[in-house]
């Protein structure tokens, strides 16, 4: 909680601090399976393949989810992070790949509060479909509403602490730190569409 308020207060100090402190690899792999999570919710969601129709597939979605979203948050996070490393030569950047791991992985810190979030839910979601009374039904749909306009405002806040947190790691400017991660993301992006969507 205390990391958390000092990316809201101080996010390029603290960015600044972590540099300074060695990479733990376990909170990297949290991390980043935390943004895969997520990722997988809305790829699945967009798709129709969370299944809540009992208790049992409802777990099941979330499992798949998990285990997905693990595997998608690894190699897409660990790939971002060496395109940007590459592109970051283009920009003049600092480029020791630890770094920049280690700087993505804790940008994605308020992402993974958006893990409980979806979680919750989808289990909200679950008891909708059960015959409950209607205004304890308009409670939970509310609820759902509020909890996924705070997963739009911890992305919105992810994606600042991506820019505050690789201009530290690289030393570029402002436009530079944008150019840069928009290439190296891009690069992913356009291997992600040809040779992984299709399959997904």
């Known amino acids: 909680m205390n990391r958390l308020q000092a990316f809201w207060k101080k996010p390029t100090e603290t960015f600044e601090l972590i540099q300074t402190e060695k990479i733990s690899w376990f909170k990297v792999f949290i991390f980043f399976s935390s943004n895969g999570f997520v990722f997988s919710y809305y790829l699945l969601k967009s798709k129709g393949q969370i299944r809540i129709e009992t208790f049992k597939e409802t777990i099941v979605s979330i499992l798949v989810m998990l285990f997905f979203g693990i595997i998608y948050g690894l190699i897409s996070n660990f790939s971002v992070g060496f395109f940007i490393k590459l592109t970051g030569k283009i920009f ?38 059960t ?69 997904l």
Do not use: C, H, M
């Not at 480029?95 to 791991?101: E, V």
């Not at 739009?152 to 790691?169: P, R, T």
């Open 92 to 129: 003049g950047g600092k480029n020791d790949l630890k770094r920049i791991y280690n700087t993505l992985s804790w940008s994605y810190l308020p992402i993974t509060i958006s893990v409980y979030l979806i979680i919750v839910n989808i289990l909200i979601a679950r008891v909708l479909t």
């Open 131 to 199: 015959e409950i009374e209607s205004a304890f039904a308009i409670i939970l749909a509310l609820l759902v509403g509020i909890f996924s306009l705070l997963q739009a405002a911890l992305g919105i806040w992810q994606l600042i602490l991506i820019y505050k947190g690789l201009k530290v790691a690289q030393e570029l400017n402002s436009w530079k730190t944008i150019l840069n991660y928009i290439t190296g993301a891009g690069i992913f992006g356009i291997i992600y569409y040809y040779f992984i969507f299709p399959y």
